[in-house]
């Protein structure tokens, strides 16, 4: 899995996007891998929008001032064994970007 880092931006209050992570895994021929490529958070607009990457990043914060409201946290990347039922290697998300307003 190669998931870049991701860069911060602090006045538009986006969250950083997944880790980076290499190795190798010895698959069984006919093995079922399931790839999920995380998302970068981005700035919380709506209750139903609050700036999480996929699958799995954490919430920004609301501000009553909309442009004011930070970043949600990148969603991780992985993949997972079906025969195993479990992840046999990822990379994490990456972390939030608060507002900076300047003042």
Do not use: C, W
């Amino acid at each position: 899995i190669n998931a870049e880092y991701g860069d911060t931006n602090t006045f538009a209050s986006y969250g950083g996007a997944g880790g980076f992570v290499s190795g190798n895994y010895d698959a069984i021929v006919g093995e079922i891998l399931e790839v999920i490529v995380g998302t970068g958070g981005t700035m919380y607009t709506t209750t139903t929008n609050r700036g999480a990457g996929l699958p799995n990043g954490g919430n920004g914060g609301h501000s009553e001032v909309i442009n004011n409201s930070s970043g949600g946290g990148g969603g991780s990347s992985h993949i997972v064994s079906q025969k195993l039922k479990e992840v046999v290697i990822g990379a994490g998300g990456g972390g939030g970007a608060s507002f900076e307003s300047g003042q």
